[in-house]
């Protein structure tokens, strides 16, 4: 890895940390987390109070890219987050905290922030 990206990561990791210090995910509001890489994104909704991961749903996943491979990465954003916000309205989630995981709010994160917005979660 060169200096300048581990820079960037390290930026992003103290970014971070500084949003989860005031940032937590409780039994009625779950903290609905992204993470990014260069090709795929992924969403999880996780209770912070037992540590356990509710649900996630991730752009690498075979079924999802037969249905939404041939859409731009924001667009899959979009959708990944309307899948999210369904299956979560099955396991009765329908308010969460977001985090953004210390990237930008724009491009993919906002996108898939969006497309939960508009499939009905409350944040």
Known sequence: MS???????EARVARHARIRKKLSGTTQRPRLCVRRSIK????QIVNDETGASL???STSANEFKK??????????????????AAKAKEKGI???VFDRGGYIYH??????ADGAREAGMVF
């Not at 200096?3 to 990561?9: D, E």
């Not at 491009?107 to 898939?112: D, F, L, N, Q, T």
């Open 55 to 57: 649900l996630q749903v």
């Open 3 to 9: 200096k300048i990206a581990q820079q960037r990561l």
């Open 94 to 96: 329908t308010e969460v």
């Open 107 to 112: 491009g993919r994160v906002k996108a898939v």
């Open 67 to 84: 249905e939404f491979g041939t859409l731009t990465k924001t667009e899959q954003g979009r959708k990944l987050g309307e899948v999210l």
């Open 40 to 43: 795929n994104i992924i969403a």
